[in-house]
């Protein structure tokens, strides 16, 4: 086996752990999302997806400060609503304000079209808009995961069914077909975490 397809499958081994016991909200998916991002530079930036290889840098960061995040939760305040939500307990899953949702979503899409023109005009970027939208989208992800937003599950479901195309294309077999899988589990992190809601709503200890 190739040391690119160690690589590959060693990136899709501990990305399914990292949404795994994300999803069951186990502090251990922050290290092993950290292992699996580190594979998936190298995979590719191979492949000349550089802004994915970029994402995944960033991943690298993300993940400190999901772990962090989790580890030690900002404390609420009287006036704290910067992810939708006045005086948010900050450990507990909940949801995004329509506002918010909103600013991410706009914020996301200029960010698509930036992106995606600048490795179109400067880089030999094979699918530069396709990959800059998976890209810019898949943060927004992490940091509504690494917050605890509810509806940061709905976001994956969406992101990680486009990449099941994209990485199909690129020929990276193992990364399209743990999208899939991925899916699957953006799937059961919403019930768990709607779950999760509900018991709260009720008084019901989780």
Not at 28 to 50: H, K
Not at 60 to 78: I, M, R, S
Request: with cysteine.
């Amino acid at each position: 086996m190739l040391w690119s397809e160690a690589l590959e499958y060693a990136a899709v081994l501990f990305g399914v752990l990292y949404v795994a016991l994300i999803a069951r909200e186990n502090l251990l998916g922050w290290p092993a999302g950290l292992i699996g991002a580190l594979c998936s530079i190298v995979v590719l930036f191979t492949a000349r997806l550089y802004l994915d290889a970029a994402l995944y840098a960033f991943y690298a960061v993300l993940t400190a400060y999901g772990w962090f995040h989790w580890v030690c939760p900002k404390a609420p305040g009287p006036t704290d609503d910067a992810v939708g939500r006045r005086a948010a307990d900050h450990s507990r899953v909940r949801h995004i304000s329509r506002r918010s949702a909103l600013g991410l979503l706009a914020l996301g899409a200029a960010s698509t079209f930036g992106l995606g023109w600048v490795t179109s005009s400067y880089t030999d970027a094979d699918v530069p808009y396709w990959d800059a939208w998976t890209s810019c989208y898949s943060v927004i992800g992490t940091f509504m995961q690494a917050h605890k937003l509810f509806e940061n599950w709905m976001l994956w479901i969406v992101v990680n069914s486009v990449y099941i195309g994209l990485y199909w294309y690129k020929g990276l077999s193992a990364f399209s077909v743990v999208s899939l899988l991925y899916v699957g589990l953006a799937v059961y992190g919403h019930i768990q975490w709607r779950e999760k809601l509900t018991h709260e709503a009720q008084g019901i200890p989780t």
